[in-house]
């Protein structure tokens, strides 16, 4: 492909189900030029064109397999990568999804995904990352990541999974995804190696799925601490339950580097809104103390199906966030502290759009369409940007020799690993450590 050599290589991709454009952010934070985002909800389409990049995102139901109309869409800009992944209902868990297994389209969760393979088939890029929810490892023992795999090869891309803590990549959030990255060139796949890390981490956190992503922890030496929540939003205006401030000053300064990342070329606060609290929300948001949570509440103010928990399980519910920690994952319902880790750690309520957006690395000038409902959606769905980032940039040396043929340095210390990996080992891959060998290591029991 002709290229100019005065101009950096900025190879092109191309995010499906794409939301507001976490994912694509990432991607073009680390070089890449965003050809297109499809997703089937117009608010997040709205915010994507109007925050990531102008005329590229497209309304469609990817149900729909007439490609046609993509191919139109791109007009002749055909990606270098194809990235993001359907939700996890985008998957019976019975497999079913590979062309040598029979797929089972009978099932429309699959509709989604094997349109998925058959669209980047049409495509051609040379490298995709498929991104999605940690637990697809677990469904049906391993199966349909292994079916997912496999459906891939089936069209010529070598993949392998990997599960990645955003907080390990300068996210100030504990929050997993599953990437697999993939290729349809025999070289190694590369994953970013870990900057950030906590040798205690796990120590006052439970975590779903913990021992599957022990991540840059134990020799946290070289790495970067963890970044916390003040660290990420300190810096932004007290606000009361119900209220909501646009387009005002600053109070200060920006405290911190990952404070003045988000707020490069923003010059007032958007969307700093917190929604009214439920009662019990409201008395967990006056009366505990940070790191506290639901079991530090006399049961008898609780809603019934509190009864109902173990005491030791579910300790991120109804919980205060602390000051000197990441937060946990932010979903869609942050408003709502009942339902995960989102009451503010010195504030009485939940935490706001803009802070919800900066922990997921939305940068301030971002501004998200729709209701706040919707804006919620895109924020909760959303792959935090610097992990998105992370991935990017250890792909980008392979995606523009794959591409280009032109050899550049990479940005990031990445981890190699063989796409040719047997079934048995894939389900055991490790996330990267910084210094990590290769893939007998990575994939050591
Ligand atoms: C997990 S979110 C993607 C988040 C995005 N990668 C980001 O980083 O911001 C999944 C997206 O899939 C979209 N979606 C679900 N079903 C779809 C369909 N049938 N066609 C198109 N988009 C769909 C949803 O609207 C949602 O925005």
Redesign the pocket.
């Known amino acids: 492909m002709a290229f100019d050599s005065r101009q950096p290589i900025r190879p092109k991709v191309l995010?499906l189900?794409?939301?507001?454009?976490?994912?694509?952010l990432g991607f073009q934070q680390a070089g890449f030029e965003v050809v297109g985002g499809?997703?089937?909800?117009e608010h997040?389409v709205a915010s994507f064109d109007a925050n990531v990049a102008a005329g590229t995102g497209m309304v469609?139901?990817?149900?729909d397999e007439d490609f046609s109309d993509i191919a139109a869409f791109l007009d002749g800009n055909s990606p270098d990568v194809v990235v993001?992944g359907?939700?996890c209902q985008?998957f019976s868990t019975s497999g079913g999804l590979s062309r040598a297994k029979g797929r089972d389209e009978s099932d429309p969760r699959n509709r989604?995904f094997t349109n998925y393979v058959d669209l980047v088939e049409r495509l051609a890029p040379s490298w995709v990352v498929f991104?999605n929810v940690p637990g697809l490892l677990l469904y049906n023992q391993g199966r349909v990541a292994l079916e997912i795999v496999q459906a891939f090869r089936e069209i010529g891309f070598n993949l392998v999974p990997m599960i990645l803590l955003a907080a390990d990549f300068g996210s100030p959030q504990l929050r997993r995804r599953l990437f697999f990255v993939g290729s349809s060139t025999d070289e190694e796949l590369p994953f970013p190696a870990a900057t950030h890390g906590d040798a205690d981490l796990w120590r006052n956190y439970s975590l779903p799925f913990a021992h599957l992503s022990r991540i840059g922890h134990g020799d946290s030496g070289e790495l970067t601490p963890h970044i916390t929540f003040s660290e990420a939003c300190g810096d932004l205006p007290v606000l009361k339950e119900g209220e909501s401030l646009d387009g005002v000053q600053y109070p200060c300064a920006p405290q911190t580097a990952y404070q003045r990342l988000m707020r490069s070329g923003s010059t007032a606060v958007l969307q700093h809104t917190a929604s009214e609290l439920a009662e019990v929300d409201r008395l967990a948001a006056t009366t505990l103390k940070q790191g506290e949570n639901w079991r530090n509440i006399p049961l008898e103010k609780l809603p019934d199906r509190f009864k109902r928990i173990r005491p030791y399980d579910a300790t991120t519910i109804l919980k205060r966030l602390s000051d000197d920690r990441p937060t946990y994952t932010i979903t869609t319902k942050f408003n709502e502290g009942t339902t995960g880790a989102f009451i503010h750690p010195t504030q009485p309520r939940t935490l706001s759009i803009r802070e919800a957006a900066r922990l997921q690395g939305f940068p301030d000038t971002f501004r998200f369409a729709g209701s706040v409902n919707q804006m919620r959606?895109?924020i909760g769905?959303?792959?935090p940007v610097p992990l998105?980032r992370a991935v990017a940039e250890a792909i980008l040396p392979a995606v523009v020799k794959t591409a280009y043929g032109v050899e550049v340095e990479g940005s990031r210390d990445t981890v190699l690993v063989n796409g040719n990996l047997k079934p048995e080992d894939i389900l055991k891959l490790k996330a990267p450590r910084k210094n990590a060998k290769k893939v007998a290591e990575l994939a050591e029991g």
């Open positions: 995010d189900f794409c939301g507001a454009g976490g994912l694509a499809i997703d089937h909800s997040a469609r139901d990817l149900r993001g359907p939700s985008g989604l991104e959606q895109q769905n959303a792959v998105a």
